[in-house]
């Protein structure tokens, strides 16, 4: 299949739901960049996000994460992988929609557990219940990430381009972002 992006599609989720890993598959399979908005903030702060969490705090962090945000969907049309918390700020929301595209990668609590559990670079599961910290944080962001555009849910057992293949099918509903030529 051969297509061109209209739009920078903007991948939006949970910590865990596979948001950069999909978006790589995503872009290549689409020939278009991919920008991960935690990468973007780490290689201008020469940090990493837990550095800054530890350092500048949760509120300077999102400070960045907008500033980079905005900058991404201004310069480049690609794939753009964005963390957890990104899409709780209403201006990142409201220039994702205006620039790009949301697509809610929608993997449920027992699967983003089963992700996230054996890994220590998620500050904010730095916590003594980490467990407790996610279900709190999935049940915040849901309502939020449910507004997002367009929706693709995540199963068990799915491999990472069987995923980037539904994000695909997601996106030829929308003309406005995805051409594809044939």
């Given at each position: 299949m ?35 908005s ?11 996000i ?37 899409y ?29 559990r ?15 910290a ?6 915040e ?5 449910a ?9 068990p057992?799915?491999?990472?381009d ?21």
């Amino acid at each position: 299949m051969q297509a061109r992006l209209k739009k920078t599609v903007v991948l939006v989720g949970m910590m865990g739901a596979g948001k950069t890993a999909v978006g790589k598959a995503l872009a290549a399979a689409l020939h278009a960049p991919f920008l991960d908005s935690d990468a973007e903030i780490e290689k201008a702060a020469n940090m990493t996000i837990p550095e800054i969490f530890a350092r500048d705090g949760e509120p300077f962090f999102r400070l960045k994460e907008r500033q980079v945000i905005s900058r991404l969907l201004e310069n480049e049309r690609g794939v753009l992988s964005t963390g957890g918390g990104a899409y709780m700020a209403p201006e990142n929301r409201e220039i994702i929609s205006k620039k790009g595209v949301a697509v809610w990668l929608n993997a449920d609590l027992d699967l983003l557990w089963s992700r996230v559990r054996h890994k220590d670079t998620r500050p904010l599961l730095r916590v003594p219940d980490p467990l407790g910290a996610l279900t709190k944080l999935y049940n915040e962001r849901v309502p939020v990430y449910a507004t997002a555009d367009l929706t693709v849910v995540s199963q068990p057992g799915l491999s990472i381009d069987a995923m980037a293949s539904r994000v695909i099918e997601a996106l030829r509903t929308r003309p406005d972002v995805l051409e594809v030529l044939e």
